[in-house]
């Protein structure tokens, strides 16, 4: 079992880029979570799906878009990238309560 | 609005102490409460969780507390070991697995 997998492992993109990343969930798993975890700081929930649909949201403008595919694997979008979007972001994956999260993705804006 | 807060950043401790973790949270509508901890260059890895109806669990070396009243709770590492080296987060889940972190505590266990 390879686990959550995540790509890619960083990313440095320019202020105003667009950006997408990807997430493979652990096999089994149906819903995929994720996370922007900034320097010094604890994750934060950026959105959750279930069944190809966005079922949860946290504080993050509508410039975070994902999606999620019929394999469960989600994509993570982010447009006109910020200075501040500059963080690591993580991917989960779970059935029940207890979420595995993938190794993340490094994402540098420069 | 941080729900939930660590307010000590770092903990060293003596192998073969114990550590001790504290989180606090805001948040009364909260399910259950779990601990991650996170090596650098990895994801977070489950530790131990709680739900919000018990007042402790225990795995191993690993027990954590939950005092409702004082919307506080705490991990228990006994004994701590070397390996344990890592940042530790508390979260708070509540239904479909929305999570909600800490700023995380650096532990450093000394051999």
């Known amino acids: 079992d390879a686990g959550v997998t995540q790509s890619p492992t960083h990313l440095i993109k320019t202020r105003g880029q667009q950006v997408t990343l990807r997430c493979s969930p652990k096999s089994g798993h149906d819903t995929v979570s994720w996370y922007q975890q900034a320097l010094g700081q604890g994750p934060q929930f950026i959105f959750q799906y279930y069944e190809e649909e966005e079922r949860q949201r946290g504080n993050f403008p509508d410039r975070f878009s994902g999606h999620q595919f019929p394999n469960y694997s989600s994509e993570l979008n982010v447009n006109a990238l910020l200075l501040g979007d500059s963080a690591l972001y993580l991917c989960a994956s779970s059935t029940a309560y207890e979420q595995y999260f993938g190794p993340g993705t490094r994402l540098t804006v420069t | 609005d941080q729900q939930v807060k660590q307010n000590s950043p770092s903990l060293s401790v003596q192998e073969g102490r114990i550590s001790i973790l504290n989180c606090d949270y805001t948040?009364?509508?909260?399910?259950?409460f779990l601990w991650y901890k996170k090596y650098p260059a990895e994801g977070p890895t489950f530790l131990i969780s709680i739900s919000s109806i018990k007042d402790k669990n225990e795995d191993g070396r690993f027990t954590v507390f939950l005092n409702k009243s004082a919307k506080h709770l705490s991990l228990h590492i006994v004994p701590s070991q070397p390996g344990d080296s890592a940042v530790y987060f508390c979260?708070?889940?509540?239904?479909?697995?929305?999570?909600?972190f800490g700023q995380g505590t650096i532990l450093t266990v000394h051999p």
């Open positions: 979260g708070g889940g509540t239904s479909y697995g929305k999570l909600t």
């Open positions: 948040n009364s509508m909260f399910d259950y």
